[in-house]
């Protein structure tokens, strides 16, 4: 328990964004956002073993234009915390920890993960014709 | 080191186990579920591209062959894992009366237990075909 009195370190919100600081706060904004798409898979699975009534509501909802950006936000979500999850990984090998690889295994994280959910869309609409 | 003998209860020094080998347990766990996670979430995502707008017997038809059934089994098991253990840090990172934290905690616990369950049997169900 904090006392009152105690000086605080300087507050988050005056400290300029950097990529180390906004991509490791995604990196936890993008796994509770994931721990919620688990639900959805969840209700995917489990309506397609219950019968066709409760996965025709659940294909419904994932078809309607709210399921889809849902989809799509939580396509981008898996994707950056997959690749900036092998980026932890490799940090705990002591591997890329200097700023400047840091830096650019950064940016190789925000753009791939972009390039991948739009791989990934395109894939879908093709394979669904 | 010699000092921090100090702090320890004579029961802790005489079994000598340090934090009695679980102090890095969540945080290994952590990444043994995040590297099985790496190639099961890759051919997850592969399946499901393949099930865009599909109807429940291509579903059941893919995902109830053996080895989808068992990847995604796989995947569901170390996804919610994964899941209770980053969810538990961040509850325990920003939820300070001690309460609701316990409760959350408890909550988040029986909610994957219980939804990774459910989930498993399902596939199980489009597997076994009952």
Redesign the interface.
Known sequence: MASAERPLSPHLQIYKPQISSVLSILH?IT??A??IG??L??WW??A?????DA?ATV?GFI?SWLGRLILLGFTWA?FYH?LN??R??GW?LLWGLDLPTMTKTGWAVVIGSGVLTIL?WI???A??G | MADANRYRSPLARVRGLGAAKTGTEHFWLQRVTAVGLIPLVILFVIYLLGLVGADLATVKATLGRPVPATITILLLVAAFWHAKLGIQVIIEDYVHHEGTKLASLLLLSFACIAIGLASVLAVLKLALGI
């Open positions: 936890r796994g509770a994931l721990g688990l639900l898979l969840a699975l489990i397609a073993a219950a019968g066709p996965f294909q078809g898996l997959l999850g092998i932890h990984l705990d990934a894939v879908a609409y394979m669904k």
